[in-house]
């Protein structure tokens, strides 16, 4: 059974960090490409970041320069660190896990439960 937790999610000031973590299990990490999802009420949930099995690295525009994807394979496990972080950065992140297509469109196939990062002062 897969399973994807996160942990790392909460209150934090404008301009302040957080680092989320998601542990998987269930799965062959190594072999997953495995990416930071969010979502607010009302919106689609939308791709953060993203990274390859190899390593190949994605953002979107709107985080970029701010936001890193790292993964550690021996620990199952993929981190976001989010700095200076934007009321706009308010949303559920999702952990998934699934591939890349030939054409490098990210295609989850594995979701965590999420956690609430709120950025406010």
């Known amino acids: 059974q897969v399973q994807l937790v996160e942990s790392g999610g909460g209150l934090v000031q404008p301009g302040g960090s957080l680092r989320l973590s998601c542990a998987a299990s269930?799965?062959?990490?190594?072999?997953?490409?495995m990416g930071w999802y969010r979502q607010v009420p009302g919106k689609q949930r939308e791709l953060v970041a993203a990274?390859?099995?190899?390593?190949?690295?994605n953002y979107s525009d709107s985080v970029k320069g701010r936001f890193t994807i790292s993964r550690d394979n021996a620990k199952n496990t993929v981190y976001l660190q989010m700095n200076s972080l934007k009321s706009e950065d308010t949303a559920v992140y999702y952990c998934?896990?699934?591939?890349?297509?030939?054409?490098?469109?990210?295609?989850?196939?594995?979701w965590g439960q999420g956690t609430q990062v709120t950025v406010s002062s």
């Open positions: 269930g799965i062959i990490f190594s072999l997953y490409t």
């Open positions: 990274i390859t099995s190899g390593g190949t690295l």
């Open positions: 998934s896990a699934g591939s890349t297509t030939r054409t490098s469109t990210y295609v989850p196939n594995h």
